[in-house]
Antibody, heavy 116, light 109 residues
Framework: QVQLVQSGAEVKKPGASVKVSCKAS????????MHWVRQAPGQGLEWMGR????????NYAQKFQGRVTMTRDTSISTAYMELSRLRSDDTAVYYC?????????WGQGTLVTVSS | DIQMTQSPSSLSASVGDRVTITCQAS??????LNWYQQKPGKAPKLLIY???NLETGVPSRFSGSGSGTDFTFTISSLQPEDIATYYC???????????FGGGTKVEIK
């Protein structure tokens, strides 16, 4: 069965970077786009960008351009999202999610807390 | 960027009621519109893809319609387990971006 397992919660100081991993199993990793979506406490869903695991090509939301980097390691079926120059309003749950006729599989989410 | 306006932001209805949520795109998105359900503390769940197609395993009381700029999501008979927040999401080919609507919180009256 399809599973996306994300790395654990992180606490970071303002100005630092965070890198979240997402290990995929149960399907061909290179066959489906992987998205990253975040949700601040009590807020809605916010799309950050996506990566084509086959080519490594990326599309980022304009809001995160220059601050986010999405990569992958096909040898271990893992996608990564790195967000730099963290601010307090980056505190959120970060999800990886697989795309096929809509985003039909989601990771369990990784809470990133930015606090001094 | 395409903006998605979802309404209402919250609603309260009785068990068995018909519930309708709308989503309006700032420009024509054809049928590139999906609907999700999110329960507290959980990841979202895909219910409807490409505006009107029911995802496998989703109860038939959920439906979607529309194309172009105006879309509707309907729960034909609200059940207690449907208490959740619902989001629309569009997919834009050029540039290749996604946008979520602001969400609709559905509660039982």
């Amino acid at each position: 069965q399809v599973q996306l397992v994300q790395s654990g919660a992180e606490v970071k100081k303002p100005g630092a970077s965070v890198k979240v991993s997402c290990k995929a199993s149960g399907y061909t990793f290179t066959g489906y786009y992987m998205h990253w979506v975040r949700q601040a406490p009590g807020q809605g869903l916010e799309w950050m960008g996506r990566i084509n695991p086959n080519s490594g090509g990326t599309n980022y939301a304009q809001k995160f351009q220059g601050r986010v980097t999405m990569t992958r390691d096909t040898s271990i079926s893992t996608a990564y999202m790195e967000l730099s120059r963290l601010r307090s309003d980056d505190t959120a749950v970060y999800y990886c999610a697989r795309d096929y006729r809509g985003i039909n599989y989601w990771g369990q989410g990784t809470l990133v807390t930015v606090s001094s | 960027d395409i903006q998605m306006t979802q309404s209402p932001s919250s609603l309260s209805a009785s068990v068995g009621d018909r519930v309708t949520i709308t989503c309006q795109a700032s420009q024509d998105i054809s049928n590139y519109l999906n609907w999700y359900q999110q329960k507290p503390g959980k990841a979202p769940k895909l219910l409807i893809y490409d505006a009107s197609n029911l995802e496998t395993g989703v109860p038939s009381r959920f439906s979607g319609s529309g194309s172009g700029t105006d879309f509707t999501f309907t729960i034909s008979s609200l059940q207690p387990e449907d208490i959740a927040t619902y989001y629309c999401q569009q997919y834009d080919n050029l540039p290749r971006t996604l946008t979520f609507g602001g969400g609709t919180k559905v509660e039982i009256k």
